[in-house]
């Protein structure tokens, strides 16, 4: 159901590895980089970009929270989900040495997985940025020499800086989980995972319960995640993405039988995974 | 239970919300300010410090994951905790007007607390440092007049900073919890409150099957949080906090049930709440 007028916006530069994600996903499409996440979310929206490509959870950091906030607060349906293997590399400006480097620029997502290599540096100042390839650019546009920047490969070679130090990233199995957004909720492929996001009267056992209408009828869980209901401190809401599509009766009637007594339940989607890394 | 002689070790500078917390706690306590998280661990785990003190959730930001990985890595036990309303401030060197601010520094954590207040400023970076307070003296050390930190007002009277824009922060209604961990397991008061770490084989209703232990016997959940297990994607570590104590045979027998089945089960402390923010 790939099509060809696809026209992927995602936060980052080109060389981010949301772009990535998006060629994965269709290697013709466009691609539309965004400042924020928010602007991805409003590119889709407006109908700027046909889809939206966020990262949602990483093996070693865990979960994007700002995404699972943001979900919450559009109501724009998931509609697929692809991995990618992250790899980081240190990059500087030709002919800058590590004894250079007195400051590392990166997404505060690519420095915590970066957190062994970042710690083995001496006076050296970590600056969180907006994005991998962002920073490469930074030190390209400022002509940094005291600045490296942790990203990827490929946004080293779109902004002419070399490798100072391959594979910086302290877990081997380093995996990036994207979610595709869209304004048309037909998912990308047959659908074998839903996400819902609900709430549940803050009373004993009431999660048991709400988990007990998945574990009742042998629907996998694949990831449960709970966020703070703003405002009303420690209530939460609650993010789970099952092993089933909401086409599958079982699945269907689980969420019927979860709305029975939730204090509300919302489906963001039912979609297809591409879920070999590459 | 608190004692004269306690030192208190904390994330941050004079006047962080950290060193705040232990002041709720025992007023007369010497503090011991450190540089990250963990150079908190290795102060208790030393005796340098008789106790840690450490954010683990805001009521708007959610979970401080930094501190559950590290929690799990140490074995510290969990004697305590208490909860304090923040209250945000855009303090910057006398004279210097909301114009002159061309860069905000703070903790990532504050940032996200201000962001709706962050988005209504134009032309200016939004810079991640390792704490509010040494945002301050970072300002006042290096006279930066085209700098703004987000900090505690505290911290702005300690490095002789003026209030920009009070009251900064999005929600009223922000609160952090921090836990107490020292050497000795011995709570500071009649405990209250369990925290414990566990991991179960990826079967489906296992996470049902983990909360039954404690449903079935009427005990209430405060607060369930995954963490990636590192190395093995998609795999995940809980970090469950109830409202009772290892003490109470129920709970007891909860733990038991709980480790016939799970992977494993490790109860990070039973303790005492100081529950009313200030």
Redo the contacts between chains.
């Keep these: 159901m790939i099509q060809k007028s696809m026209r992927f916006a995602y936060q980052g530069e080109p060389g981010a590895f949301s772009e990535a994600a998006a060629g994965r996903l269709n290697p013709s499409a466009e691609t539309m980089p965004c400042r924020a996440f928010e602007d991805v979310f409003a590119a889709v929206a407006s109908s700027a970009a046909t889809h939206g490509v966020l990262p949602i959870?990483?093996?070693?950091?865990?979960s994007i929270?700002r995404n699972y906030d943001l979900l919450s607060e559009h109501e724009l349906p998931i509609v697929g989900e692809v991995e990618l293997k992250v790899e980081h590399n240190l990059i500087a400006l030709p002919g800058v040495t590590l004894a250079d480097v007195r400051r590392v620029y990166s997404h505060?997502q690519a420095l915590a997985q970066c957190e062994v290599f970042l710690r083995s540096l001496e006076e050296v100042d970590i600056?969180?940025t907006y994005d991998t390839a962002g920073s490469a650019r930074m030190i390209r546009d400022g002509d940094l020499r005291d600045t490296a920047a942790i990203a990827s490969r490929r946004a080293g070679e779109i902004f002419g800086l070399s490798i100072l130090r391959e594979r910086v990233h302290?877990?081997?199995?380093n995996?990036t989980?994207f979610i595709v957004i869209a304004r048309d909720p037909t998912p990308l492929g047959p659908p074998d995972k839903t996400s819902i996001l609900f709430a549940m009267p803050n009373k004993?056992?009431a999660?048991?319960?709400a988990?007990?209408v998945?574990?009742l009828r042998?629907?996998?869980?694949?990831?449960?995640?709970?966020?703070?209901l703003?405002?009303?401190?420690?209530e939460?809401v609650f993010y789970l993405d099952l092993n089933a599509s909401r086409t599958d009766p079982a699945c269907a009637r689980a969420l019927e039988h979860l709305a029975e007594f939730a204090t509300f339940v919302r489906t963001l989607g039912s979609y297809a995974r591409w879920n070999q890394p590459l």
């Design positions: 959870e990483n093996s070693v950091g865990g929270h505060p600056v969180a302290d877990y081997d199995s995996v989980r004993p056992g999660l048991f319960k988990l007990s998945f574990a042998d629907i996998d869980l694949a990831k449960l995640e709970s966020r703070p703003r405002g009303t401190p420690w939460y």
